[in-house]
């Protein structure tokens, strides 16, 4: 099946800074999400990106589905944007709608 | 609507004892899933309902989980003779037809004493 890989998988970051973390995936894709999964467990959307760039308030996106991977920018970083990023990933030779997921990226901002 | 809901948040059982969760979609969203996640990783498919057909079930869908949906509205998710093992974040989430961005819900959290 399609394999996703994150990186890095820790991130610590001082209040202000920016990031970028990275989504590989092994195949082509019908869909891609990145989640946010707060303190409490729940998965919080942030984009839905197939392909190409979105862009919401701090954060965005950037999807280069002929080169298997995409990225996600945190720019000025706050203390709120700690916990895990996930990247999930539909594959188009699945068969059937599925999300496959990485093992996430765990980001701590420091004030 | 506010989102996908799961019921009950926490569960603490005894081995060995069949505890069930709920999942109430988005109501416009035809299809369902569950997932579980395992601390430290990433939540791994474990099935899927397109309205009250159950389409697809993951090897990690041991006989000792059911899970049905009547109706293609609320689902549910059983776990037969609880194993520690079984101790992890059960996931729901729902998409709609037409695409399939997937919202979560809060999760039940199951801990097998």
């Known amino acids: 099946g399609i394999q996703v890989e994150q990186s890095p998988p820790d991130l610590i970051l001082q209040e202000g800074a920016n990031s970028t973390l990275r989504c590989n995936f092994s195949?082509?894709?019908?869909?891609l999400q990145w989640f946010h999964q707060n303190p409490w467990g729940q998965l919080i959307n942030l984009f839905y990106i197939p392909s190409g760039t979105k862009q919401n308030g701090r954060l965005s996106a950037t999807t280069v589905a002929t080169e298997r991977y995409s990225l996600l920018y945190i720019s000025s970083s706050q203390t709120t944007d700690s916990g895990v990023y996930f990247c999930?990933?539909?594959?188009?030779?699945?068969?059937?709608?599925?999300?496959?997921f990485g093992t996430g990226t765990r980001l701590l901002v420091s004030p | 609507d506010t989102g996908v809901s799961q019921n009950p948040r926490h569960k603490i059982t005894k081995r060995g004892q069949n505890v069930t969760f709920r999942c109430d979609p988005i109501?416009?969203?035809?299809?369902l899933y569950w997932y579980r996640q395992t601390l430290g990783q990433g939540p791994e498919f474990l099935t899927y309902?397109?309205?009250?057909?159950?389409?697809?079930k993951s090897r990690l869908l041991s006989d000792r989980f059911s899970a049905e949906r009547p109706k293609g509205s609320f689902s549910t998710l059983e776990i037969q003779r609880t194993e520690q093992g079984d101790s992890a974040m059960y996931l729901c989430?729902?998409?709609?037809?037409?695409?399939?961005?997937?919202?979560f819900g809060q999760g039940t959290r199951l801990t097998v004493v």
């Open positions: 195949d082509s894709v019908n869909n």
């Open positions: 989430a729902s998409s709609p037809l037409l695409n399939t961005e997937a919202f």
């Open positions: 309902f397109q309205n009250e057909a159950q389409l697809e």
């Open positions: 999930a990933v539909e594959g188009m030779n699945t068969g059937f709608q599925k999300l496959v």
């Open positions: 109501s416009e969203h035809n299809r």
